[in-house]
């Protein structure tokens, strides 16, 4: 029964830093963001191209929604405002992207493959499951149980 104690006493550490590790990997994920949605803004008609070239339908107008997503991400996830929302349209993003460049390459990053999107895909689903955690607006605004 010792080890048992011990190990919820340990366990019960970890919760500490649970708002804190979802505060840092908010904030991980939206820097993640960012460059890319920057770099679809400042070249929007270079990426409607590149969709179209990939068979994506309605190249420009999805070339738009995904900047646009990108950079919502990157304000929603930085404030923790709406953080279980805006993780399902950035999950699609990730999908769309693993499909259509990444696994074609592979699993290692090394190789542009589909690994980098996969930690991503799986940040966005702790969120979506767990919330922003207390550092949030998402708490500020809709209480503990947002």
């Known amino acids: ?40 803004w400042n070249d929007i008609h270079s990426v409607a191209e590149w969709f179209g070239s990939m068979g994506i ?16 991400g990157v304000v929603l ?29 592979g699993f290692s990053a090394g190789d542009n493959g589909f690994e980098i999107p996969l930690y991503y895909m799986s940040f966005l689903l702790v969120f979506f499951s767990h919330g922003a955690g207390k550092f949030s607006l998402d708490r500020f605004i809709f209480g503990e149980k947002n």
């Not at 804190?20 to 990997?25: D, K």
């Not at 709406?82 to 696994?103: K, N």
Request: glycine content about 4%.
């Open 1 to 40: 029964m010792k080890l048992k104690e011990m190990y919820l006493e340990f366990s019960h550490l970890g919760e500490y830093l649970k708002s804190l590790s979802l505060l840092f990997a908010r904030l991980l994920v939206a820097y993640g963001f960012y460059e890319p949605a920057m770099m679809k």
């Open 57 to 72: 339908p309605f190249p420009t107008l999805n070339a738009y929604m995904a900047a646009s997503t990108e950079v919502a």
């Open 77 to 105: 996830l930085t404030l923790g405002l709406f953080t279980r929302l805006i993780s399902l349209p950035l999950i699609v993003i990730i999908i769309v992207a693993i499909v259509t460049v990444h696994l074609g390459n």
